[in-house]
């Protein structure tokens, strides 16, 4: 009923400026808080920010001042925009939204499928 479809990532140089888009799409009657995760190889998967449904951000330390996070709720999408990256920043990078799907009281957590971001030196 639900996807999100990520866009944007690839093969990057160090200090590169990437931005990664997210596409929420079906029977969506309310898109919620919208977020990036990261995982690593060999790591757990991390929060990289997020932004509610009125644009209000938090990012994780380790991005904080160098990725943005925003959003088009008339188009239903996020953007991770990524700046100064480091070799450190390589990961599948997911989009996570907070979706009230048409019909439904609550809201369900949906993932994306992850978009391969490398980061080289």
């Known amino acids: 009923q639900v996807q999100l479809v990520e866009s944007g990532g690839g093969l990057v140089q160090a200090g590169g400026s990437p931005r990664l888009s997210c596409a929420a799409s079906?029977?969506?009657?309310?898109?919620?808080?919208m977020a990036w995760y990261r995982q690593a190889p060999g790591k757990q998967r991390e929060l990289v920010g997020s932004?509610?449904?009125?644009?209000?951000?938090n990012y994780a330390d380790a991005v904080k001042g160098r990725f943005t996070i925003s959003r088009d709720n008339a188009k239903k999408t996020v953007y991770l925009q990524m700046n100064s990256l480091k070799p450190e920043d390589t990961a599948v990078y997911y989009c996570?939204?907070?979706?009230?799907?048409?019909?439904?009281?609550?809201?369900?957590?949906?993932w994306g499928q992850g978009t391969q971001v490398t980061v080289s030196s």
């Open positions: 996570n939204a907070a979706i009230i799907v048409t019909g439904n009281l609550f809201e369900s957590e949906y």
């Open positions: 079906g029977s969506i009657f309310r898109l919620n808080t």
């Open positions: 932004i509610s449904s009125r644009g209000n951000t």
